[in-house]
């Protein structure tokens, strides 16, 4: 995502905030020279780049750093150590209003606002109109704003910081507010933004928000980049995230085994699983999944006395406790269920088909239990499968077909 | 230092537009939030004007004041008062100046020296309206002399000086909002200390008459008075308003320039 010419280039960014317990401690760490505050690490060591015409979505939990990162870009907060550079004109939507003077009319604020964001006089006087319009303020563009609702007060200066066409956009959660009609007309105006090539960065909680206008996205979390790449994945990712109970920090020490050794130990063992493994249907063997693919799951097992009865199973597993889904052949007909020999070795398939997770990291749990279905000889997980997610939101995917009927012109309702 | 105070300098030359935008909104802004609004910030210091004259020369019975060719006292009084009130008011309000804009000053970038600058002006543009109106009506009674082209000139200064002064606390009221208090506390204790009720002459001692030259706005009110009244003025009191005033401008703007990047970070 690097380019030659980058819009944006950051560069080792850290930014940390000294507390203070009280407000005193600051005037004595300022007249004894003894520092009084703690640190509080807000950003560690952050760098990408956005190159000219590109966008970036700014995703990540709530104080995860996202709104700190956005100022320092704009410039009103400064880093502690690393460098910001920034080539061209920022407009600055962080939050909506905040240099409106509330006892003066709309009109008096486009022109305060405007030349707040750097917009020559003349300039202001041929965009006034357009930014009217766009607000759809009407009449009550002469009255003071103090008067506006607030979804008025939000169409305003959406209205006057994207008029002003800056080279960079840099836009804090704008996209919440507003009624449905001025919301569309938002991702219009910002996708007329992309269309002409300028660079934005947008921070957003609308997961769909970030898909459809950014190219790239930045997910931060706890002050760091956890990931950064194409928006699609990295927003699937993130939701995966969100929606599953553990964190992904967590989620390898609650798998039991994940190396050769079987579950069982020392003890006598019924069966072996000697091997596990998940291929699409050529045959070929995957490490990682395509939403709605067909695969095949399979283990090698190894009876290891005679007369093994028994059913077998598979499982998608997001931990050791979370299964997402499970298939047994207790119920299923027609699969054979022994009794198997001692040494003899065999091969159970799965075909699952239309996969319909869309986004998140799974394992295959496979596993062999006794003729009564409770007791389980032995189980094994594969290794970690991602599902490279698609465009869309949501956990889950499915097979679907769209049609459009056309019924000709509606005809005039009788009463 | 020297690029920062250059910055601080050229900061309303540079930022034309902007500080034109502000000046008008600050101006206007003080009109329009009250139903009756220019009525209250002139009634303010006739109102004080009319219970000094009636205690002083009424109760006190200083009707007339000997040093400035027997003026009257309320003369005399509004003299000192109308650029005085100009300077309190600035100091004042600067308190609270930066941490008002908190919002402006987190979310938009601008040169935020253009604050104090404001703030600043816009008090010495309302006073100096009624300034103006006292020096119209000291010309039209007689008053009028050459000396009087310097009035502008000490009026500008009394005005860069306030800035510093602005500047310096509106920056270290958003670390230590404490100050607040002390400020105003302050601005009274200087109005008293400063001869704008009584002339410096009332003194007796000579040493504590001496002190009063370390109060540059003795300086400016005395220099007003000597040029309006007497046609005059000292040099000593002349060049004490121009070091002071420019020590003052440049140093609180210096020291603005080097914390302002830190104001983020704690509003």
Known sequence: ?415 | MFILIGQWVATPARNRRLFRHFVRQDFLGQFSAAAAGAFWLFITPVIHILIYSFVFSYVFRLREVADFGQTQFVIFLIIGYLPWFACAEAVSKSTNMLLEKAPLITKVVFPVQIIPVVGTLVPYLTHGIGFCLLLAYMALTGHLSWPWLLLPVVFMLQFLFTMGLVAVLSALCVFLRDLQQLVSLAVTLWFFLTPIIYPVTLIESELLRELYLFNPMHSFINLYREIILLGSFSHLQLGIAAGSALFSWLLGGWLFMRIRHAFGDVL
């Open chain 1, 1 to 415: 995502m690097t380019d030659l010419h980058p819009r944006i280039a950051v560069n080792n960014l850290n930014k940390e905030f000294r507390i203070y317990e009280r407000p005193q401690d600051r005037l004595a760490e300022f007249i004894l020279r003894r520092p009084k505050h703690r640190l509080f690490h807000v950003l560690n060591d952050i760098s990408f780049a956005v190159a000219d015409g590109q966008s970036l979505g700014i995703i990540g939990n709530n104080g995860a750093g996202k709104s700190t990162l956005l100022k320092l870009l704009v410039g009103t907060l400064q880093p502690t150590s690393g460098q910001i550079e920034i080539v061209g004109q920022v407009a600055a939507l962080l939050e909506l209003g905040a240099g409106f003077h509330r006892d003066f009319s709309g009109r008096k604020n486009i022109w305060l606002n405007a030349s707040l964001l750097g917009v020559a006089d003349e300039d202001i006087r041929e965009l006034e109109e357009q930014i009217i319009e766009f607000s759809e303020l009407g009449y009550f563009i002469d009255r003071p704003v103090r008067t506006y609702s607030s979804g008025m007060f939000v169409r305003l200066a959406f209205s006057i910081a994207t008029m002003v066409r800056p080279d960079i956009l840099v836009i804090d959660e704008a996209l919440s507010v507003g009624d449905m009609a001025f919301q569309r007309k938002c991702v219009q105006r910002m996708q007329d933004f992309r269309a002409r090539r300028k660079t934005m960065v947008f921070c957003s909680h609308s997961m769909f928000h970030v898909q459809e206008l950014c190219d790239n996205a930045i997910w931060l979390d706890r002050g760091g980049i956890r990931e950064i790449g194409a928006s699609d994945k990295v927003v699937g990712h993130y939701e995966d995230f969100c929606t599953s109970k553990k964190s992904y920090n967590t989620i390898r020490s609650d798998v039991p085994e994940l190396s050769e050794q079987s579950a069982a130990g020392d003890e006598v063992q019924d069966c072996r699983i000697n091997s596990l493994w998940v291929r699409d249907t050529g045959g070929r063997e995957l490490s990682s999944l395509t939403p709605l693919q067909d695969i095949v799951l399979e283990m090698e097992v190894e009876a290891l006395r005679d007369g093994v009865e028994g059913y077998f199973g598979f499982a998608f597993m997001k931990s050791a406790e979370e299964p997402v889904a499970s298939f047994l052949t207790i119920d299923t007909e027609g699969v054979e269920t022994g009794p198997f020999d001692k040494g003899e070795v065999f091969t159970v398939s799965l075909t699952v088909r239309n996969l319909t997770m869309r986004v998140g990291g799974y394992y295959v749990l496979g596993g062999l239990c006794d003729d009564t279905g409770l007791l389980w000889y032995e189980t094994r997980y594969s290794k970690l499968l991602t599902v490279e997610p698609s465009k869309g939101i949501g956990p889950m995917i499915m097979p679907s077909e769209w049609s459009i009927r056309k019924s000709g012109p509606s005809a005039p309702q009788g009463r």
